[in-house]
């Protein structure tokens, strides 16, 4: 005879007496595997069983990059207009409004200066939280104060990319960032003050044609989705069908458009070292 004998049958625990998990505790990659977000955080935000990279914004990069995370944030307040008194399913400024309210960002890219590794050094990253990373006349104009700071005091430049493209919201005005920002990355050049460029998951669109494949060094993190259009126009205008991974970061790799691929980790220092030849 058992010395145990449950008097109740089944759960006697009341319904209001239920403690729920708390969400956002844990993370669950692609591939299956779980990881507690404070062990993906000291991580980099690196799953350390499979090494998926998540995605991850500016606050993120911020705090990966900056010594101490502490950094001095440029044009922090501006935010879109509406040029062409778009609408969708809701008016741009009703959008723009509620995303900001979201997301806790005044648009899709900020910039600060900084040091890392005791360096001076100007990041701007995009979010792609804020209506999918778009590049709006915003996203333009702050990346082109970014690079004047970097000419005016000397600086070396990063650029995280992390894009759908351009914003429809904003149609011509959006495309003609790719100019604005691709004649100041020119003056840099002249200047020879180091440009790089992180490509991020994902990369695509006008973002990918400008300011993402300009850097003197154009690196990327594993995996990420690197690209122009997509798959289905491609595969139109070709007429052929595409190998399994062409966009790819690794695939990119592969056919010379990148320079390396570094992993979150170990970013910080490759960055200092890849600044450090480039000003010997």
Request: charged content about 25%.
């Amino acid at each position: 005879m058992a010395w145990f004998n449950r008097k109740d049958k089944g759960i006697q625990t009341p319904t209001t007496a239920k403690k729920e998990a708390p969400d956002g505790l844990w993370y669950k990659t692609p591939s299956g595997k779980i990881v507690h977000m404070r062990e993906l955080k000291n991580n980099s935000y690196v799953s350390p069983e499979d090494d998926y990279h998540v995605r991850i914004g500016s606050k993120e990069y911020f705090e990966i990059l900056f010594d101490n995370n502490e950094f001095k944030e440029l044009d922090a307040e501006m935010t879109s207009a509406d040029p062409l008194n778009f609408t969708d399913s809701k008016p741009y400024p009703t959008r723009i409004a509620a995303t900001q309210k979201k997301s806790g960002l005044k648009d899709a890219v900020r910039s600060a200066v900084g040091k890392m590794h005791n360096k001076d050094i100007v990041i701007a990253c995009m979010d792609f939280s804020f209506i999918g990373g778009s590049m709006g006349s915003v996203v333009g104009e702050k990346i082109a104060r970014a690079i004047d700071y970097s000419l005016k005091n000397k600086v070396p430049f990063l650029m995280i990319s992390k894009s759908g493209g351009a914003r429809m919201m904003e149609a011509g005005f959006s495309l003609m960032q790719m100019a604005k920002t691709s004649a100041k990355l020119a003056l840099l050049s002249e200047a020879k003050i180091p440009y790089i460029s992180l490509l991020t998951d994902p990369t695509t669109g006008g973002v990918t044609a400008s300011y993402a494949m300009l850097g003197d060094f154009n690196i990327a993190e594993p995996g990420a989705l690197i690209g122009f259009a997509g798959p289905r126009v491609i595969r139109e205008t070709i007429g052929k069908d595409l190998p399994k991974g062409f966009q790819s970061a690794e695939f990119v790799l592969d056919h010379g458009f990148l320079d390396f691929i570094v992993d979150r980790r170990s970013l910080k220092r490759k960055l200092t070292t890849l600044l450090e030849l480039l000003e010997n």
